[in-house]
């Protein structure tokens, strides 16, 4: 890999993690383009690099809430952020589960797995097209929606589920306001994945040459920056509505990843 497509796929990363289309999914499609050859375990840490990237830029811009959790937290005081802190919890304890349990099996998912790519894309077009369907309403969050939440996140770590696509929709389905669902999934994902690079680093299963670690930097610093446009970007989309858009284009591009799956692989 190259800064080039270090650079390209930071920036697909940035957009995919917050547009509803699955960033992993395009992140394996545009490893297949580049003939990306790194072995999965490689190819797994650049992608949770890119992901700790987008995690960072979904601090700087939800910084209050993130304060607020933290606050709830330590405070331990029912309040309205301590609650809420709860919640979050709460939905991260299926994946939590899911990724201890089978850390080695999701590993040989992100290896160039294009028709797998391609089918879960058509699930998750299918998941958008029906909450662009359902009714607006003002409900919030509760524990209950939270874990049924959190197992739709636990799904989304296969590669062409879009974790943003599907904790939203799922959300929407629920009955839950359009923009809280947005900032409760993308609040949820950010202690997952903190949780997941401490985790690589301790355990000694991120390590970078020199060379890796130059082309990791700037994959990082082109997720970071486009993650914080997008970002702004599907909270915007999300209350107006606009889901339907996207599920035609997973419809598409997980049409075309199982033609190309089919025939040239």
């Not at 383009?33 to 790194?38: A, Q, R």
């Not at 990237?53 to 993130?66: C, Q």
């Not at 998941?127 to 009714?135: E, S, V, Y």
């Amino acid at each position: 890999m190259n800064y080039l497509e270090a650079i390209i796929l930071g920036i697909v990363q940035g957009l995919t993690e917050f547009l509803p289309v699955s960033s992993s999914g395009h992140l394996e499609l545009a490893k297949v383009l580049f003939g990306d050859e790194s072995l999965p375990k490689e190819s797994l840490t650049f992608t949770v690099v890119l992901h700790f990237a987008t995690a960072l830029s979904t601090i700087v811009i939800f910084r209050k809430e993130v304060f607020d959790i933290f606050k709830g937290l330590l405070q331990f005081k029912k309040n309205e952020e301590f609650f809420f802190s709860v919640k979050i919890i709460v939905s991260m304890i299926p994946a939590v589960l899911i990724g201890l349990m089978f850390e080695k099996e999701l590993e040989a998912f992100f290896n160039r797995n294009v028709l797998l790519v391609g089918f879960m894309l058509l699930i998750t077009g299918l998941l958008l097209f029906l909450a662009d369907k359902a009714k607006n309403t003002n409900k919030s969050v509760s524990y209950k929606t939270a874990f049924i939440i959190g197992i739709s996140q636990a799904i989304a770590m296969l590669p062409g589920i879009s974790r943003s696509g599907a904790t939203i929709s799922t959300s929407v389905l629920l009955g839950i306001d359009r923009t809280k669902a947005a900032r409760f999934s993308f609040l949820m994902v950010v202690p997952l994945i903190f949780g997941k690079v401490a985790k690589d680093f301790m355990g000694g299963d991120i390590s970078f040459s020199d060379e890796s670690f130059s082309i990791m930097a700037v994959g990082f610093a082109a997720a970071f920056i486009s993650g914080l446009l997008a970002c702004q970007w599907m909270i915007t989309l999300v209350k107006n509505s606009k889901l339907y858009y996207f599920s035609v284009y997973c419809f598409i591009v997980g049409s075309f990843a199982i033609g190309y799956a089919y025939f040239y692989m």
